[in-house]
T-cell receptor, first 111, second 115 residues
Framework: DGGITQSPKYLFRKEGQNVTLSCEQNLNHDAMYWYRQDPGQGLRLIYYSQIVNDFQKGDIAEGYSVSREKKESFPLTVTSAQKNPTAFYLC??????????FGDGTRLSIL | QKEVEQDPGPLSVPEGAIVSLNCTYSNSAFQYFMWYRQYSRKGPELLMYTYSSGNKEDGRFTAQVDKSSKYISLFIRDSQPSDSATYLCAMRSNAGGTSYGKLTFGQGTILTVHP
């Protein structure tokens, strides 16, 4: 089945620690996206990538980093510089600027 | 002021009711309009996708776009308990560059359909 797989489903971060969220897609989509969802605020764009080895900052990129070494993979690192990392993180992919398909998210909490 | 405003609800209706969900927006460059449904602890799934003004129907769902009023709606007929979810509107412009593919979402409306 084609789709987007995010792992882990739940993640806990200690103070001062970096953590990496995984996103893999087998839809052969060129574009991939990372969003953050907080209660009552909808989804906000963190980073996006149009093609391999290229990515752009979204609206709330501070404290996050990404890489795009393979078409299928777009991992997100939440660094210790992100002071309020507790949120639901969603990865999406699309053909060019077309319809975005989402994974089932990773919920990050602080210990 | 947010670019996209959506009443967060919550909205509670009896089974069989017609549900109306709405979003307003301020950016006249938006041309593509979407409605996503999100179940608890899951990712959003696309329900409806429309371009510019007009209506689109798919089964029990109808999406309406009124660009002159900067207002979009989703109607659910004969609502079912399985429709209970958060409904998110999203929209984007046709611009490239730094606006590439960027979706702007509403806050989401929590809907409960009770038997």
């Amino acid at each position: 089945d084609g789709g987007i797989t995010q792992s882990p489903k739940y993640l806990f971060r200690k103070e001062g620690q970096n953590v990496t969220l995984s996103c893999e897609q087998n839809l052969n989509h060129d574009a991939m996206y990372w969003y953050r969802q907080d209660p009552g605020q909808g989804l906000r764009l963190i980073y996006y990538s149009q093609i391999v080895n290229d990515f752009q900052k979204g609206d709330i990129a501070e404290g996050y980093s990404v890489s795009r070494e393979k078409k299928e993979s777009f991992p997100l690192t939440v660094t210790s510089a992100q002071k309020n990392p507790t949120a639901f993180y969603l990865c999406a992919s699309s053909w060019d600027q077309g319809t975005q398909h989402f994974g089932d998210g990773t919920r990050l909490s602080i210990l | 002021q947010k670019e996209v405003e959506q009443d967060p609800g919550p909205l509670s209706v009896p089974e069989g009711a017609i549900v109306s969900l709405n979003c307003t927006y301020s950016n006249s460059a938006f041309q593509y309009f979407m409605w996503y449904r999100q179940y608890s602890r899951k990712g959003p799934e696309l329900l409806m996708y429309t371009y510019s003004s007009g209506n689109k129907e798919d089964g029990r769902f109808t999406a309406q776009v009124d660009k002159s009023s900067k207002y979009i709606s989703l109607f659910i007929r004969d609502s079912q308990p399985s429709d209970s979810a958060t409904y998110l509107c999203a929209m984007r412009s046709n611009a490239g560059g730094t606006s590439y593919g960027k979706l702007t979402f509403g806050q989401g409306t929590i809907l409960t359909v009770h038997p």
